[in-house]
């Protein structure tokens, strides 16, 4: 009895210490897994995405910077939960891109607040633990991009640079189911070159400046080490609109990984998919779904497919979307659907612009209508 009593004695000890190395370690799986894909193939993997947006790009001088809490709650959202977060993956969904406006609580040398940093890795951790991707990004944050093109491009660059330097020390050991993106729709300077102003002067230096952005994030992610060696990388394209993307002037980086996607965003008709009422640009458009939209959806999207697509380059359609107020709800339904289908079908993987309560709700986590998230995972089970 007593040899039996040691030897059992040894096994429970063997096995607490197997549960605690396995805290540490991450429950005992591999942290970090970089497996043998190509971009093209993770973009496919990924199959829908969805945006949690207005959260942590949320910004304003007329909110209080006592908390990550008040920026994360700052433009309507409820506070973020695992199960919010659940509820994406459940619904279908196999990315999840994360906007974010880190100069939110930031000091000193442009650093980063550490609360803010650590909630941002949390919501990534639960998503990664649901089992999808995240895309991380630089959103909108703040208006300090559009100084890169004056006399403070230095002090933007390093900005720029301390911002990833950052987040590539924070998540250098994570998996290729995240995936870094350069920037959001900044990518553009109008004080450099207007696309209607019918000139192109300036247009050569404007692109050159995104795509010099563009290839020091790519540089810099690879020299961080780690697993960013091999780190799938979003590759934000000029205002990220299909037409300037698809542009002779528009280069993607040199990446010595060789692991690079691009992105775009669809909105168009903008009268439709961005207006919720007149605007002294354009009348709100409340239907779609005309043979002269499909006829415009379909040029784009094969735009993108012989531009990027057809060459071998990976293309994430990182928003698409359109407001729910003021509009056919049938409209709606067949915009969303039909810019998935069109983006799918040409192997690029489509990620809806979702904010609180719009398509997804956040209290109840869960698609708010039925027949739009059918209509969706349609699209990705027709295959």
């Given amino acids: ?57 949320s910004c304003g001088g007329w909110i209080s910077s006592t908390s990550v809490t008040n920026y994360e709650t700052g433009w309507g959202s409820p506070v973020i939960t695992e ?30 607040h550490p609360e803010y940093m650590a909630r941002v ?17 630089i959103h909108w944050d703040g208006g300090w991009w559009e100084k890169f093109s004056g006399e403070d ?36 300077w109008n004080d450099m070159w207007n696309r209607y102003s019918g000139s192109d002067e300036g247009k050569a230096e404007a692109f050159g400046l ?35 993307t698809c542009d002779e002037c528009y280069k ?20 439709f998919a961005i207006l919720e009422k007149d605007a002294d640009w354009g009348k709100c458009r409340k239907d779609w779904g005309t043979e002269a939209d499909i006829a ?15 060459k071998g380059i990976p293309v994430i359609v990182g928003e698409y979307g359109c407001p729910v107020k003021n ?10 659907t039909s810019v998935c289908k069109a983006a799918y079908d040409r192997q690029m993987c489509p990620v809806l612009w979702d904010v609180t309560d719009a398509f997804y709700s956040r209290t109840q986590c869960s698609f708010k209508d039925e027949e739009i998230l059918k209509g969706l995972m349609e699209v990705k089970n027709a295959e």
């Fill in 1 to 57: 009895m007593r040899k039996a009593r040691k030897s059992f004695e040894v096994i429970a000890l063997a096995l607490v210490m197997c549960v605690i190395t396995s805290l540490f370690a991450g429950c005992g799986e591999p942290k970090g897994e970089m497996r043998d894909m190509t971009t093209m193939e993770i973009t496919r993997d990924m199959g829908l995405g969805i945006n949690l947006g207005n959260t942590f790009e």
């Fill in 83 to 112: 199960e919010m977060i659940k509820g994406y993956a459940q619904s279908g969904f196999g990315v999840l891109r994360v906007p974010v406006a880190w100069s939110n609580m930031m000091s000193g040398d442009y650093d980063i």
């Fill in 121 to 137: 890795r949390q919501v990534v951790d639960w998503a990664l633990a649901a089992d999808m991707y995240v895309i991380l990004n």
């Fill in 153 to 188: 491009k230095d002090e933007c660059m390093h900005k720029y640079k301390r911002i990833w330097t950052q987040i590539t020390e924070e998540f250098r050991d994570y998996s290729d189911k995240l995936m870094f993106e350069s920037l959001n729709e900044e990518g553009c």
């Fill in 210 to 244: 995104l795509n010099e952005i563009n290839q020091t994030f790519v540089d810099l992610v690879r020299e961080s080490g780690g697993n960013n060696k091999k780190r799938h990388l979003l590759i934000a394209g000029y205002a990220t609109d299909v037409e300037l």
């Fill in 252 to 271: 993607m980086p040199d990446d010595p990984a060789g692991r690079c996607a691009v992105s775009v965003h669809y909105y168009t008709p903008s009268t």
């Fill in 296 to 310: 415009e959806l379909e040029k784009y999207m094969d735009m993108m497919k012989e531009t990027y697509i057809d």
């Fill in 327 to 336: 509009k056919d709800k049938e409209s709606i339904r067949k915009y969303l």
